[in-house]
Structures are given as C-alpha cells and as structure tokens.
C-alpha cells in the first residue's frame, strides 16, 4: 500500500495485479480476493469505474463462495465505492450496510467501514443518518488516529455547512487541518472529495492564508488518482 499512500495508483494497480495473478496460482483464494479488490481500488481512483465494477463485484461473489467473512467485509469497500461510482445507489447501500455489520460482528475495524456507510449516506442526501455515523466513528476513534479524525472533521464539517451553520463548520474545518497529514493521501474512498467546503468554510470564516495554503499543499498530495485531480480543481476554483 506504500504506493497508494503516495498517490502512485498505477503503480499500485500493476503490483497488486501480479500478486493477485501469482496468489490464483498457488490456489490462495483469500489471497486472491484481498489483491482483486485493491486492484478495483487503484482503478477507481484511475477513474475506471467499470473495470473496478466488475473486479470489485467479482472479488465480493467470490468471497461468498469460499464463504470468508473477512474478505466479504473488505471488498466491501471496494464495491460500495465503485456502486456509487456507477450511480448504483440502491445496492451501495445494502452492500455498505452489511459490510458494517459484518465488521462489528468481528470487531474488525468498524470505523472503516462505517465511514464507506457515510459516504453512502451522503450521496443519497441522508445527512442526519450521515451525521450519526460520524459521530458514532468519533467515539469509536478512540485513542484518536489522525487519519480518521480528519476524516470524521472533514465529513462534519461539510454537513454543517449544507446547514449554514457556519461556527460549527469552521471549527470542523480546523480541526481537520490540525490532523491533516500532506505527506500522504487517502487510501480510502472519499477522503479529500470534500476539500473544497472546507475551503469554502474556511474562507467566510476570514481564514484565507489557511485556505490558500492548504489547496497549495493538496495540489502536491494528488499523484496519479483523477479522482482526487478533480477534487483539487474543485478546491482551487472555490
């Protein structure tokens, strides 16, 4: 994931392929499902929403058939991002409901999964049921991860923006920029999607320097993935 982390989803795509093409090999279905759905990641963020699709929905039916819980929650990931992607809203949702219930039945780091729900809930405008994940991945990112505390802010801050309400958004906003790490990017989905309301936030709130230092440095974080190109832009144009 070292190239995920730095934003080289190419590179990435082309390692997790030749570990998924060997682990088929020696017969690792496991294996084989874990490097299909990282596959399906790096070709989302290449913006190859049909080709992630049919690798993410294939490393999901395939982890039904060997019947790993594990690896059914995982893909999970993968396939409710590509669903919306693909403007699935329907089957996203039941895809994201089930991989956060299966996640919490093996304590298997719930909070990711419950933020792939968010997100969910976000594209289909249920923000008090988005606002309720986040603050439920809050008392669970405890002790705090810096990850998922910019994360959690910068969903919060987005939805009390939508609410104008904006002292609550600004302090959001800034909480976010404190744990904010450029020196990597989201691995997962919809991480910097919302950039650009904390910019705007950040802005009717008298912060400028902040602002413009802050898409300066995003513009240095995005690498290969176009998904995250355009939420620059959007950044930048704000």
Sequence with gaps: LFNAHQGQWNEQGELVYELHRRYAVFGNQAM??????????????RGQVQAALKDARTAYTMSFEIDNLWEQAHSAIFLSQALLDAGKYEEALHVAEKSVRDAKTLNALPILYLHMMGSVYITLHLFEQAHAVYQEMSKLNQPPVPAYSEQIASRLCFISALNEHWEEAQHYALQAL?????????VLFNTETMRCFEIEVLLRTGEVERAEEDVRRFSEQVGSSRRYRISYLRALAV
Excluded: P
Excluded at 34 to 43: E, N, R, Y
Excluded at 179 to 185: E, I, K, M, P
């Design 32 to 45: 084989e499902i874990f490097c299909l759905s990282l596959f399906a990641g790096a070709s989302i963020h």
């Design 178 to 186: 404190e744990q904010r790490d450029y020196s990597r990017v989201g």
